[in-house]
């Protein structure tokens, strides 16, 4: 069964440090995608990212950036230079095969918290 | 503005209620769900639909209803025999079922007086 492990529940910073929230997922299949989702307090959940998995080239998006690596099934996402508009919950999503629907399994989610 | 729009923002269940959740979407997605967010947890899936007239159960189904007459509207329906319906419903819609970016509404709090 696929699985997604954040194992940082909470993480508090000061505002300019750099932070990686870790994301582990589990699945049998070679063909399955990897998402990132920020929750602001307002609560609805924000698309970050989608990536493949014959595609692991790490990406770069202004201060986010993201670094996947299958030999330890990790996609873990590095905000540089943190800034107190970052504090929400991110949560890392698992979806297998090209069946999506059911197969689409997210993380527990871990707050971090920007402090000024 | 193209987006996915959930009402009421707020929601409270007197015992034995049925209430009723509604998302309606205006970016002609095919597939649409539902999630229940409970406090420290991520989001468990309630149903999905990938088309019109044609609604799958997901993980935790038992107590909730849903119904998919137009592909812009998917309510979901909170039913007495939901125990424990307190919780951040979600609602998202995608392209298709496959694994597309699926796009969230602000979501609806239901709390039981």
């Known amino acids: 069964a696929q699985k997604v492990t954040q194992a940082q529940t909470e993480i508090s910073v000061v505002e300019k440090e750099d932070v990686t929230l870790d994301c582990v997922y589990e699945t049998r299949d070679t063909t399955y995608y990897l998402f990132w989702y920020k929750q602001p307090p307002s609560g609805e959940l924000v698309f970050l990212i989608r990536r493949n998995s014959f595609d692991e080239q790490n990406e770069i998006s202004g201060r986010y950036s993201w670094n996947f690596q299958k030999s330890t099934s990790s996609f873990n996402f590095t905000i540089t230079a943190s800034q107190v508009v970052d504090s929400a919950v991110y949560f890392c999503a698992l979806s297998e095969g090209v069946m999506g629907g059911q197969n689409f399994v997210f993380g527990p989610g871990t707050r971090l918290s920007v402090l000024p | 503005d193209g987006g996915i729009t959930q009402s009421p923002k707020y929601l409270f269940r007197k015992e034995g209620q049925n209430v009723t959740l509604s998302c309606e979407q205006n970016l002609n997605h095919d597939a649409m769900y539902w999630y229940r967010q409970d406090p420290g947890q991520g989001l468990r899936l309630i149903y999905y639909s990938q088309i019109v007239n044609d609604f799958q159960k997901g993980d935790i189904a038992e107590g909730y209803s849903v119904s998919r007459e137009k592909k812009e509207s998917f309510p979901l329906t909170v039913t007495s025999a939901q125990k424990n319906p307190t919780a951040f419903y979600l609602c998202?819609?995608?392209?298709?079922?496959?694994?597309?970016?699926?796009?969230f509404g602000a979501g609806t709090r239901l709390s039981v007086l």
């Open positions: 998202a819609s995608s392209m298709s079922t496959g694994p597309d970016i699926q796009y």
